[in-house]
T-cell receptor
Framework: AQKITQTQPGMFVQEKEAVTLDCTYD???????LFWYKQPSSGEMIFLIY??????QNATEGRYSLNFQKARKSANLVISASQLGDSAMYFC???????????FGKGTMLLVSP | DTAVSQTPKYLVTQMGNDKSIKCEQN?????MYWYKQDSKKFLKIMFS???????INETVPNRFSPKSPDKAHLNLHINSLELGDSAVYFC????????????FGSGTQLSVL
């Protein structure tokens, strides 16, 4: 079974609008972290935001916020006021306890139009 | 100043050749990784090393052999390259712990002709 599911292969949004990228996860480990990375066309992996399983509040980093719904096992990324430079591939990922690695979803390609 | 550096950035080679990709991190992390990103952009873990010891070895062909001479370096050697090995290979590092993010290198685009 997939541990990280991103159901939106592609999303389109107009500049200055907000957009939500969906992510659901599956784990039985009580200790886990959820991460979002951005991969622009240049190819580098850019860390955006982190949410821990024990965190009571949703994480925020500038224009990025994470809508964490633990009971639903979802960790959606919200980008407010989209910019042209936000056009990129976005990956949701999870890391469980111990020596685990980061497991990625298949990604969502976001295109921001003027 | 680059936190995780990998070389080369591009690697074009013929089928059957042997090639290596080098990775170094200057963040003092104890764990290093190799990921493969296929043509559909899916990122899959290949190997994970903690303090020079192999921790995770996913179902990767024996032709792929990682080597960690010290905590700061994790190299990937690939023997008898095949067409299907064409992909982007990312090195990464982190501290141990579920709350620790991974820092990625800039990737190596491997093209096997």
């Amino acid at each position: 079974a997939q541990k990280i599911t991103q159901t939106q292969p592609g999303m389109f949004v107009q500049e200055k609008e907000a957009v939500t990228l969906d992510c659901t996860y599956d784990t039985s480990d009580p200790s886990y972290g959820l991460f979002w990375y951005k991969q622009p066309s240049s190819g580098e992996m850019i860390f955006l935001i982190y949410q821990g399983s024990y965190d009571q509040q949703n994480a925020t980093e500038g224009r990025y916020s994470l809508n964490f719904q633990k009971a639903r096992k979802s960790a959606n990324l919200v980008i407010s006021a989209s910019q042209l430079g936000d056009s990129a591939m976005y990956f949701c990922a999870m890391r469980e306890g111990g020596y685990s690695t980061l497991t990625f979803g298949k990604g969502t390609m976001l295109l921001v139009s003027p | 100043d680059t936190a995780v550096s990998q070389t080369p950035k591009y690697l074009v080679t013929q089928m059957g050749n042997d090639k290596s990709i080098k990775c170094e991190q200057n963040l003092g992390h104890d764990t290093m990784y190799w990921y493969k990103q296929d043509s559909k952009k899916f990122l899959k873990i290949m190997f994970s090393y903690n303090n020079k010891e192999l921790i995770i070895n996913e179902t990767v062909p024996n032709r792929f052999s990682p080597k960690s001479p010290d905590k700061a370096h994790l190299n990937l050697h690939i023997n008898s390259l095949e067409l299907g090995d064409s992909a982007v290979y990312f090195c990464a590092s982190s501290r141990t712990g579920f709350n620790e993010k991974l820092f990625f290198g800039s990737g190596t685009q491997l093209s096997v002709l």
